[in-house]
């Protein structure tokens, strides 16, 4: 026989065996209760209890005996446990399913009748299977004081954002995915305070967050906090956002103003649906401030916030936005380097130094294989910007446009060129420069714009670029422009080289002699001969500024063969070490 024994001081609660009473192992002998704590003393064998030593009420202390047992065949009791005893889990099952979209299919349906997704399934497209955790999940809107609590769980589930952290790719990453079907995607108390706590969580791990930003701005009727706050001005969301150090990719769909927009536009990098409207104003702030009633969709349509630079890439649907955030976030893992015809660069630039081409051409021969992401490609058209990967390295390409004024760098192109620096300084991405340009535009209107300002914000971001910089003159490189083009010198690249077409040179040849032989040609009284000398001062001009000569004079460090362009940018970067994200400022425009 066996006599289990206290362990400790306690009171005893309940008997649950008595003389005579067979028990399988592990089933509840007694009750003992200390300090409001419960603890149940279990057979440690199949057993039949011979005597019971304690009554309910009684104190022991160690030692002190409590029942007897001697063995018995009894048979083990079944493994498992009953759920429908179990009334906190049934409520926790009851409460977790109104998250899910299938609560709310009326609200799902209307979503997806206008082509849209809902904010679960864009968390679901975006990261790797079951790599989701997500925070606050049980929130609901601030409005306890004047709704029920069972309404505000139906019908307000997470206070209208997803929060959470997992893996794309394999690459850790945080998102916040607005619900644009939960009180149409205002930002209520517990939605930024939800912000906030993923921010900081992601900004111990320096993660990338994505945002799916959609919806209005602040709520005014989340009553349950009108007592203790004013304007809540000093909400802390937009700040920690701004100042976020990882990577930002905001992306778009349907409506976004006021609150959505101010984050969306302090991105990083900025993707939206070609059916979004954008604005810093929804409907109810222009008719409040007494500017007229004015639909939603009259508010910054792609098509207008593509052209004016606020978005950066424009695609068809949220599966496209997804997929291109993807393809952003992957860039710093290796890829393949698959072959390709590198030959074809040969015969990208037309010998005949007068002829236009298609410089994106030659960019997608240079890159590897459909690798090339254009950003804001409709702003800004004398400058070309996007990533690519050239040997399975993921750079940033910046390259000019001879078919937009011949290259010539404008306003909107120099500050799309320096946010573009900024943006590849910040995701630690090399750059590649591609220079044909003539320098940048003159006249009094484009003075009238603000040039000077603008072009110099090139050579501002040029200057503070901390990452290994290859520029490749393909043809014109004259003047400050080309000195741009070089991050601000031709000294500053890793390395300067040109194609056999390039040219170099202080202005345009043709400028150059115009207005430095103005004297000499206008002594001339023949116009055919004036033509000839004209002609020849310039072939002469050519002659000294030709790719081949002025890397003679070390104006530049080489001249390659076009078909080992991307080889040569290849062996440069990798002597220049692993990339480091410098300055995590990158400017809204």
Same mark, same amino acid.
């Given at each position: ?119 679960? @399934?864009?968390? %679901? +497209?975006?990261?790797?299977?079951? $790599? ?54 205002? #930002? ?11 921010? =900081? ?30 304007? &809540? ?41 070609? +059916? ?9 702030? *222009? =008719? ?18 593509? %052209? ?43 010998? +005949? ?8 051409? %030659?960019?997608a021969t240079l890159a590897d294989p459909d690798t090339f992401q254009e950003l804001r490609r409709d702003f800004g058209a004398g400058l070309i910007t996007g990533v690519a990967r050239i040997r399975g390295r993921a750079v940033g390409l910046m390259a000019n446009n001879p078919l937009h004024l011949g290259g010539a760098i404008d306003p909107s192109a120099a500050d799309k060129g ?8 910040? &995701? ?16 009094? #209107?484009? =003075? ?17 670029? $901390? ?31 040109? &194609? ?27 116009? #055919?001969?004036? @033509?000839? @000398? ?5 072939? #002469? ?10 890397? $003679?004079?070390? =104006? ?10 991307? +080889?040569? *940018? ?8 692993p990339a480091k994200p410098g300055p995590r400022y990158v400017d809204a425009f």
């Open positions: 026989m066996t006599t289990i024994t206290a362990d400790g001081a306690a009171i005893i609660a309940d008997l649950h065996a008595a003389p005579g009473d067979t028990v399988a192992q592990g089933a509840v002998l007694l009750t003992t209760e200390l300090m409001k704590m419960r603890h149940d003393i279990r057979a440690p064998f199949g057993a039949r209890v011979v005597t019971v030593h304690v009554s309910p009420g009684d104190e022991v202390g160690p030692g002190t005996p409590l029942m007897t047992l001697e063995p018995a065949d009894v048979a083990a009791a079944a493994a498992g446990t009953d759920d429908t005893a179990r009334p906190d889990m049934a409520e926790f099952t009851a409460r977790m399913a109104l998250l899910d979209d299938a609560a709310r299919p009326d609200a799902m349906a209307r979503r997806h009748a206008r082509g849209q997704r809902s904010a679960r @399934e864009n968390i %679901a +497209d975006l990261f790797d299977d079951d $790599s989701f955790t997500e925070y606050g999940a049980l929130a609901v809107a601030a409005q306890r004081g004047t709704r029920p609590l069972a309404d505000l769980q139906a019908r307000t589930p997470g206070d209208g954002i997803i929060c959470g952290t997992g893996t794309v790719g394999g690459r850790p990453v945080a998102a916040m995915a607005v619900d644009y079907t939960v009180l149409a995607g205002t #930002q209520g108390f517990n939605h930024h305070r939800k912000m906030d706590r993923l921010i =900081e969580v992601a900004a111990r791990a320096n993660l990338p967050i994505v945002l799916f930003a959609e919806g209005g701005g602040g709520r005014p009727n989340d009553t349950d906090v009108a007592d203790i706050m004013a304007a &809540w001005l000093n909400v802390t969301s937009f700040r920690h956002f701004a100042a976020h150090r990882g990577q930002k990719i905001g992306i778009v769909t349907g409506y976004c103003f006021a609150g959505n927009a101010a984050l969306f536009g302090v991105c990083d990098l900025r993707i939206a649906t070609t +059916d979004s409207h954008i604005g810093m104003g929804g409907p109810a702030m *222009i =008719e409040g401030g007494g500017l007229g009633t004015v639909a939603a969709t009259e508010i910054g349509p792609a098509e207008v916030q593509t %052209a004016n630079g606020v978005i950066d890439l424009a695609v068809a649907d949220e599966a496209a936005a997804v997929a291109a955030t993807k393809t952003l976030l992957a860039l710093p893992q290796p890829a393949d380097a698959p072959q390709t015809d590198a030959d074809a660069l040969r015969h990208a630039v037309p010998p +005949d130094r007068t002829r236009a081409y298609d410089m994106r051409a %030659a960019i320096a946010r573009f620096l900024q943006l590849c300084d910040a &995701w630690g991405l090399p750059m590649v420069t591609l220079c044909d340009t003539p320098g940048f535009m003159v006249g009094p #209107q484009v =003075e009238a714009a603000g040039q000077v300002a603008h072009v110099s914000r090139l050579f501002l971001a040029g200057a503070h670029f $901390s990452q290994p910089l290859v520029t490749v003159i393909l043809r014109k490189a004259y003047g400050l422009g080309a000195m741009a083009m070089a991050g601000g010198g031709f000294d500053r690249p890793q390395l300067c080289c040109a &194609w056999p077409t390039g040219e170099v040179g202080a202005m345009g040849l043709e400028g150059a002699v115009r207005l430095g032989h103005r004297d000499h040609l206008a002594a001339i009284t023949d116009p #055919q001969e004036r @033509e000839a @000398e004209f002609h020849r001062l310039v072939d #002469q001009l050519y002659a000294r500024g030709r790719a081949l000569n002025a890397a $003679s004079l070390l =104006e530049f460090d080489a001249v390659i063969d076009p078909a080992d362009t991307a +080889d040569a *940018i290849d062996r440069v970067l990798a002597t220049a070490g």
